[in-house]
Nanobody, 113 residues
Framework: QVQLVESGGGLVQAGGSLRLSCAAS????????VGWYRQAPGKQRELVAL???????NYADSVKGRFTISRDNAKNTAYLQMNSLKPEDTAVYYC???????WGQGTQVTVSS
């Protein structure tokens, strides 16, 4: 049973940075795309960034130029570097392997103004 565990969330002031990590157990990580989603209170879950098995990336327009998704297949870990954070980035951030329908438990990111 593959599990995804996020870490790195917290409280930060606007303009600050955080790096989220998503550690996966199991061998499917390296051959699959990995994504980060977020869900703010009262809003639908939305895609933040996606990285393919070959390293190609896609970003939501709202985070382009501020967030960077990366992966280290040797460590079965994906990362989301978040810079220039804004209060509207406040949400629970989830890691997912879409092909396997796998989701982590989420990590809270709160950006104060």
């Amino acid at each position: 049973q593959v599990q995804l565990v996020e870490s790195g969330g917290g409280l930060v002031q606007a303009g600050g940075s955080l790096r989220l990590s998503c550690a996966a157990s199991g061998s499917i990580f390296a051959i699959n795309a990995v994504g980060w989603y977020r869900q703010a209170p009262g809003k639908q879950r939305e895609l933040v960034a996606l990285i393919g098995s070959g390293g190609n990336t896609n970003y939501a327009d709202s985070v382009k130029g501020r967030f960077t998704i990366s992966r280290d297949n040797a460590k079965n870990t994906a990362y989301l570097q978040m810079n220039s954070l804004k209060p509207e980035d406040t949400a629970v951030y989830y890691c997912t392997i879409p092909r396997g329908g796998l989701w982590g438990q989420g990590t809270q990111v709160t950006v104060s103004s």
